[in-house]
C-alpha cells in the first residue's frame, strides 16, 4: 500500500480543527472540603506542565487452554499524577499545597491535633477534584479530564543556586482514585 500524498495527509490532519497542541492546556486543581487550599482561577497558568492521566488494566492469572494461555482482564488502575508548577514569590500555592499535605497527614513534627492529621475532614474526606482540559487553536475549551478523589502525596525540592536564573519551579505527585473523559 502506498503513502498518501503530502497534500492528503494535510487534508486529513486539517479535519476538525486540525491537530491538538501539548502546549494548550489548564489545569484545576480543587480541595473539596477546605476550598481555602485550592489553586485559583487566577493560578491556573501557573501549572506549567502536566499530561494526560493514564491508566491500566492489568491481566489475571490465565487459564491454559490447547497449549497456549487465555488472558483475562483484571482490575484498572492508576498511576500517580505529577504537576509542574510555576513557584510565585510568595510561595502561594506550594503553601496550600503542604497545608493540604499537613492536614491529611499531621504537622511537620509529627504532632497530631484536631486541625492536623485528620484524613476526614467535617465528615467528608481531604480529597480534591483535579481538571486537565485541552485548550484548542482558538483558545476554546475541548476535550477535559476529570481527575476525582485526588490529594497531594510528594511535593518535590526546589533547588536554589546563584548561578541559575531560571523561573523556579516545583513537581507535586498526586494520588487518585480515577479519571474520566468529558
Do not use: H
Not at 510555576?86 to 496550600?96: K, L, Q, S
Not at 484548542?136 to 479530564?145: A, C, L, R, T
Amino acid at each position: 500500500m502506498a503513502l498518501p500524498t503530502i497534500s492528503t495527509f494535510k487534508a486529513n490532519l486539517g479535519n476538525n480543527g486540525g491537530s491538538a497542541r501539548p502546549n494548550l492546556f489548564k489545569v484545576s486543581i480543587k480541595n473539596t472540603p477546605k476550598t481555602a487550599l485550592s489553586v485559583t482561577k487566577d493560578e491556573e497558568f501557573l501549572v506549567k506542565a502536566t499530561s494526560i492521566p493514564a491508566s491500566t488494566i492489568a491481566t489475571t492469572g490465565g487459564v491454559s487452554y490447547g497449549g497456549r494461555e487465555i488472558k483475562y482482564a483484571g482490575f484498572r488502575s492508576y498511576a500517580n499524577w505529577t504537576t509542574t508548577i510555576i513557584n510565585d514569590e510568595d510561595f502561594a500555592i506550594r503553601n496550600r499545597i503542604q497545608n493540604w499535605m499537613r492536614q491529611i497527614s499531621g504537622k511537620l513534627d509529627g504532632d497530631r491535633n484536631v486541625s492536623f492529621g485528620r484524613y476526614v475532614v467535617g465528615g467528608t474526606y481531604n480529597e480534591g477534584v483535579g481538571t486537565v482540559t485541552q485548550v484548542d487553536k482558538d483558545g476554546k475549551n475541548g476535550k477535559s479530564y476529570t481527575i476525582d478523589n485526588l490529594w497531594p502525596t510528594s511535593i518535590a525540592a526546589i533547588g536554589v543556586d546563584w548561578s541559575n536564573d531560571a523561573i523556579m519551579d516545583f513537581d507535586v505527585e498526586w494520588c487518585f482514585d480515577k479519571w474520566t473523559a468529558v
